[in-house]
């Protein structure tokens, strides 16, 4: 599960195509191989297109076009943030109902509301070879909130990688990327 899209998945995994859902679940292939991907908003193109114009005379803020979805990231650029979420909040209101801002670390994403972690991982448990299976879930930001509130109504484990006491649904915490991996070096071992 990834807010990047399924296609990002595949380059990085391949040739292996895993049971996968991108964009925050806009997209989501099956066990099977069959991809299932949220209708597209005609709107959503000249939306795009206008934050691509207004992005461009804002340095460091990037524009992210997610087909079904757009995302500014602001990090490089940090001072920019009320202008972004600003924006967002405008485009929003182009949009209208059935879509939701999502706010991740330094990063502000318009994408339909009907799709999330958390609903993806629900469908995935109906499905087999997922269904009746205690789910793990690991995530380190607020996008991966409503996916741990699935993983822990199911008895599953949730873990949040996080450096601060951050609230969150997690029931386990590590520290760091670097303590993921030793601890399934230390389990591998």
């Not at 799709?115 to 930001?141: H, M, Q, S, W, Y």
């Not at 997690?170 to 520290?175: G, H, S, T």
Request: charged share 25%.
């Amino acid at each position: 599960m990834t807010g990047r899209r399924v296609d990002w998945i595949d380059a990085h995994f391949g040739p292996h195509l895993f049971p996968a859902a991108g964009l925050h679940g806009v997209e989501r292939r099956r066990a099977s191989g069959e991809l299932d991907r949220a209708g597209l908003a005609p709107s959503l193109n000249a939306l795009r297109k206008d934050l691509g114009r207004r992005t461009a005379r804002m340095p460091g803020v990037l524009l992210e076009d997610k087909v079904a979805a757009v995302a500014l990231h602001y990090r490089q650029a940090p001072e920019r943030e009320p202008d972004v979420r600003a924006m967002m909040e405008m485009a929003l209101k182009v949009m209208g109902d059935g879509w939701v801002l999502q706010h991740g670390k330094m990063v502000v994403e318009l994408r339909p509301a009907s799709a999330n972690k958390g609903t993806a991982l629900e469908a995935f448990l109906t499905e087999p070879p997922f269904a009746g299976r205690r789910p793990v879930a690991i995530g380190d930001d607020v996008t991966d909130e409503e996916m741990f509130r699935v993983v822990n109504a199911c008895g599953g484990l949730s873990v949040r990688i996080c450096e601060t006491e951050a609230p969150t649904l997690a029931r386990a915490r590590l520290a760091s990327p670097q303590a993921l991996r030793d601890l399934v070096a230390e389990l591998g071992a």
